[in-house]
């Protein structure tokens, strides 16, 4: 439960911060083609921060230039390089000349996230999303893990980026996946129903996510597994202005026949200290 309350307020305090640059600004304000690319590659990257349709394919249909192979010292494939410029029609010069927009370097000096960031995870962090669709369009895997090992899903979380969940699930991502890759709990709607965010929740389970994902319970509880999910959607307090998207996912849950267990001790405590109804008799279901 300690490790369901940490996440929740490491992903808040990220949510809070939205207003901050996102990665690829960051690189976009510090990173310039000659200090990332050399030789032939840098051709491709200043070719296409110029937008210089010919360039690109004649560098890469006539002199042999690979996108997909050819890397900076900050493991950044040239595909990826119009995504973090922000330069859309680059982007679509690349693709159209055959970059792979799965391209990424492998590190196996690294323990575990071995393959690094590309185009693909950059443009998770994006509001404008047609990096995204632009990528998927060619062949990009919506199931991408970033260096990290996490989901383009959890990259989107991180960056307050509702939208690009939504196009990355109808995708194809899966939408159960783990955080870290585990059949645990971590996943889309736990997130969401963590903030109370019932309208992406009920968004959600109407596309399959599962809210009976468990978790043991501390010793003596009188339930050994707690689903994080259904407890939010059954006791979280939230503010009046949610309370319709918060029916509206019990009702969900009642009609596939999955009830509310015992309010859980955490839950109690939280609702008695913000000045909500505790007892499990004063709150009826919505």
């Not at 991408?144 to 109808?170: G, H, K, M, R």
Request: aromatic share 8%; net charge negative.
């Amino acid at each position: 439960m300690r490790h369901r309350w940490l996440l929740i307020g490491v992903v808040t305090l990220a949510s809070a911060a939205c207003s901050a640059p996102a990665a690829p600004e960051a690189y976009r304000a510090t990173l310039r083609a000659p200090y990332t690319f050399e030789g032939k590659a840098l051709a491709l990257a200043e070719a296409v921060d110029r937008q210089d349709a010919d360039a690109v394919r004649r560098l890469i249909h006539d002199e042999g230039v690979d996108p997909d192979v050819l890397f900076g010292e900050e493991a950044i494939p040239v595909v990826a390089w119009p995504v973090i410029n922000k330069n859309l029609i680059g982007l679509q010069l690349l693709l159209d000349n055959g970059a792979d927009p799965n391209a990424r370097m492998l590190d196996t000096s690294r323990e575990r996230g071995q393959q690094r960031n590309n185009a693909m995870v950059y443009a998770a962090e994006l509001s404008d999303t047609r990096y995204m669709e632009l990528l998927l369009k060619h062949g990009g895997d919506p199931n991408t893990l970033n260096s990290n090992d996490e989901p383009l899903t959890f990259v989107a979380l991180l960056n307050n980026e509702w939208p690009t969940i939504q196009l990355l699930i109808e995708s194809g991502a899966d939408i159960n996946m783990d955080r870290y890759g585990s059949d645990g709990y971590d996943t889309p709607v736990n997130w969401y129903s963590s903030f109370g965010t019932f309208e992406n929740v009920h968004w959600l389970l109407e596309r399959g996510a599962d809210p009976t994902r468990a978790i043991r319970s501390p010793r003596g509880s009188v339930h050994p597994m707690r689903m994080p999910v259904v407890d939010d959607i059954y006791w979280l307090p939230i503010k009046p202005t949610g309370l319709a998207w918060q029916k509206k996912c019990q009702q969900w849950l009642v009609a596939k026949g999955i009830p509310r267990q015992s309010m859980p001790e955490y839950m109690k405590n939280n609702r008695r200290r913000l000045g909500f109804p505790y007892e499990e008799e004063d709150i009826p279901l919505l």
